[in-house]
């Protein structure tokens, strides 16, 4: 499964640049809270989930932080530039 991993929080662009919208107000689900996807899909049963289409101001881009760990550790991975996935 393929879902879309844009933003971990859902005031993400706000906290960085001090302005501007939501994740949800621009349609995206965050990965992180009790509202996010990693927590709404904690039960899906799949032989593969992968997180695509991620800013690059998501901290679970960053391999060595916690956000990264706990999707690793929900048994989600989490696509990197220039991965080919066969369908």
């Known amino acids: 499964m393929l879902f879309d991993g844009t933003f971990w929080s859902d005031d993400e662009l706000i906290q960085i640049q001090d302005s501007g919208q939501t994740a949800r107000q621009m349609g995206h689900v965050p990965v992180s809270s009790e509202q996010g996807s990693l927590h709404l899909l904690a039960g899906l049963k799949r032989p593969r989930k992968v997180f ?3 800013n690059n101001t998501n901290p679970m881009l960053d391999e060595s932080g916690p956000e990264s760990r ?3 550790e929900a048994g989600w991975e989490i696509a990197e530039d220039g ?3 066969e369908l």
Do not use: F, S
């Open 52 to 54: 695509v289409h991620i």
């Open 70 to 72: 706990q999707v690793r």
């Open 83 to 85: 991965w080919h996935i």
